[in-house]
């Protein structure tokens, strides 16, 4: 009886799989895909990207560079990808100051972890004459 035992199979895949997808559905199924706790978006003092920054996140001993993704006019970093936890975020690019922005939480959800949108502009290295424009961090 082959065919009864192939079907004995499909049947027990049947049963088992849809408890591991109900298990993490509220409204939709959790997906497969490793989803990023952090996606930062750095700006020069003018207000333009840019994508060729040193991101680091920073939890304790855990130390991430952070990847970039997206041309020039979309480019962001992401990274700790699905690792919940409290980071510091340091930032360095040439011809700016270095920026540290702390304390970005970034939560266990349902199914994916949960961080911050952040956004941090740079503050240009003084030149000499004494205009330098402020910088700033924000997390949504």
């Known amino acids: 009886m082959i065919i009864g035992h192939l079907g004995r199979r499909y049947?027990?895949?049947?049963l088992c799989v849809p408890p591991l997808v109900a298990a993490c559905n509220d409204d939709e199924p959790c997906t497969l895909e490793a989803r990023a706790g952090l996606n930062v978006t750095v700006l020069n003092a003018k207000g333009a990207r840019v994508c060729d920054a040193i991101v680091t996140a920073r939890?304790?001993?855990f130390?991430?560079?952070l990847m970039v993704l997206g041309d020039a006019s979309?480019?962001?970093y992401s990274g700790v990808y699905e690792r919940a936890g409290t980071y510091s975020l340091e930032v360095v690019s040439t011809g700016s100051k270095?920026?540290?922005v702390p304390d970005?939480?970034?939560?266990p959800g349902r199914c994916h972890v949960e961080g911050?949108?952040?956004t941090v502009t740079l503050e240009a290295e003084n030149t000499g004459d004494g205009g330098a424009d402020a910088g700033d961090a924000s997390a949504d």
């Open 11 to 14: 049947l027990t895949l049947a």
């Open 59 to 61: 939890e304790g001993t």
């Open 63 to 65: 130390s991430e560079q």
């Open 74 to 76: 979309s480019c962001t």
């Open 98 to 100: 270095s920026k540290t």
């Open 104 to 107: 970005l939480v970034v939560s």
């Open 116 to 118: 911050p949108l952040v």
